[in-house]
Every structure is written in C-alpha cells, then in structure tokens.
C-alpha cells in the first residue's frame, strides 16, 4: 500500500515534537482578531510565511535599536 505524501505516522510526529523541544524556544504572541490573517497576507504577498516573516521583522528592529546582527 502506497503512503500518502504529507502523512506523519504519530511516531513521526512525538519524534518531530521531541526534537522542537530540545531545539528551540516558542514565543507566544496575540494580536487583535483579524490581525493574524492580515499579516499572514502581508507575508505570502512577500514569499514568506508567517513564522518567517515575524522573524525577520523581529531581527531589522534588533539591529536597528543595537547594531547586533542575529539569526533567529
């Protein structure tokens, strides 16, 4: 029986929850309702997605306030 693509078994899944863990921090943030979509446009329109473009955000305003170039 062929698998079908984009199908993670529940033991993938823990294994992938486990390594997200050990490897990086989560950073919860909320905005108004209807907010979430408006940026989530903002950044498809630019290629990105939403994680990727907050990031990227997140890192042009440290290295405007400090000078530091970090990577996220």
Do not use: C, F, H, P
Not at 13 to 33: G, S
Not at 34 to 51: H, P
């Amino acid at each position: 029986m062929a698998e079908k693509k984009g199908y993670y078994s529940e033991v993938q899944k823990k294994a992938t929850a486990k390594y997200n863990a050990k490897a990086y921090d989560e950073i919860k943030m909320r905005v108004q309702k209807g907010k979430k979509e408006v940026i989530q446009d903002i950044a498809a329109n630019q290629g990105k997605s939403l994680n990727g473009y907050i990031k990227e955000a997140v890192t042009d305003k440290i290295k405007t306030d400090t000078g530091a170039d970090i990577e996220l």
